[in-house]
């Protein structure tokens, strides 16, 4: 496979301290500490310092307009609204659509929230009381079991309380939304099992929710997200409420219907990594509560077929989804033998491998998706634009997919003028010490593609 990405870090940072804090810019670390944008943890989140220096670098301004084809929770956009920058963002996910939504809207009635809390405050032990000793009244029968292993009983019945009486308010729409996100965000804060990102684990008890008390951390974290929304309004722009935000619960392989040709000025994105991570399955635990899933097939109806290929729960073997599309080796020849010489090895390494994982298919699907996305973005640039992409490389099986390279290199086939490649940091140290892992080095980088 030939490539030609140019490789630097960032040359024009000397400072030590910065060098090292954009090795944070893949993850979320910066974004917890952020108004707002740490309303919710998203296990696939980036630093919104990322997005910042990137529109500094490549001279973003206010009379442009920035988008992110897989726009998560909202980092990008709410990024761009805090610079007075107007944005395009997509977000296939409709629950972390929606969680996108309520970060973006800063002008809820803020006298509205406060008399809900109020409210909430003055009938909670009361309307508790009620419930509870409701004759037939079980919890059990309200949730799934992997969410009634996740809190004590007690626990789960009060939180049942507060998605009742949101349900049945009638609130304005923003401050809906905006409950909506308290609340979730609440959800694995008071859980009495380990429930951090990505993974659930409800046999695992966790000490730090021991002495929560959901009414009590529910006001607490009202009012602290209510000031969230003040002081991202103090420190943003003052031009903040003049930019437009257009957000799509929609598919980012074809955006025609609702982006115009050559329409944007840059392009700032995160896609999945091709590391076999189930978006849809991370947020079962919050899917479950709202009533949006009750089981895996939900799930795989509603949300999984919806998201773009990244993980192995998502391959039926046999669909024509998982074979290398005949435009995608017409226009990227260079790089189909690639994709297909390693989809071959990992179809034989999966017949001996425990739990035969559908590898060889994921990278296809992946890499089908990708194409189509890439095009699309091309399709909405203007001329002498760029398309930023934080991404990580991967090694199912042992095998090597250099995701970054191949990336880049779709973009130039389809018509990008040139691509290159600035390397973030190093990862998957971590997993040093488990034998089932492979032994080659991987890497997060940034693919910064020309449309001349």
Known sequence: MKTTQQLSLFPEIEDIDSKNEIENWGTFKDSLKA????????????????????????????????????????????TCKNLGISSFGVEAHPFVYKIAQAKMNWEINYQEAVFFIKKVEKIFIEKLDEIINKKGFSIENFFPELVIKCYSKNTLEKLYLLKMILETEELSEPVFNFFYVVITALLRDV????????????????????????????????????QDIR????????????????????????????????????????????????????????LYFWGEAKNWKDISDNFRTKLITSATTQILRGDSRYILLDEFKQECDKITDFIQNSAYQLAQLRKFKGGKKSYDLMIIGYFNDMYKIIKDIYRVLKPNTKALFVLGDSAPYGIHIPTDKLIGEIGVSIGFGNYKMEILRKRGDKWKDNPQRHNIALQESIIILDKQ
């Open 231 to 286: 002081n991202i309004k103090q420190s943003s722009s003052e031009n903040y409420d003049k930019s437009t935000h257009n957000l799509f619960n929609a598919d980012s392989r074809n955006t025609k219907m609702f982006i115009e040709d050559q329409s944007v000025d840059y392009v700032f994105t995160s896609p999945p990594y091709l590391n076999n991570f189930d978006y849809a399955d991370r947020t079962r635990l919050e």
């Open 191 to 226: 859980s009495s099992a380990a429930t951090g990102w990505p993974y659930i684990a409800p046999k695992k008890l966790k000490p730090t929710s021991t002495d929560k008390e959901v009414l009590v951390e529910f006001i607490k974290l009202s009012y602290q997200m209510l």
């Open 35 to 78: 108004p707002v944008h740490r309303w919710f943890t998203y296990p696939a989140g980036f630093s919104y310092k990322a997005v910042t220096h990137s529109i500094q670098r490549f001279g973003v301004t206010s009379d442009m307009i920035v988008y992110d084809p897989f726009m998560g929770s909202g980092t990008t956009n709410l």
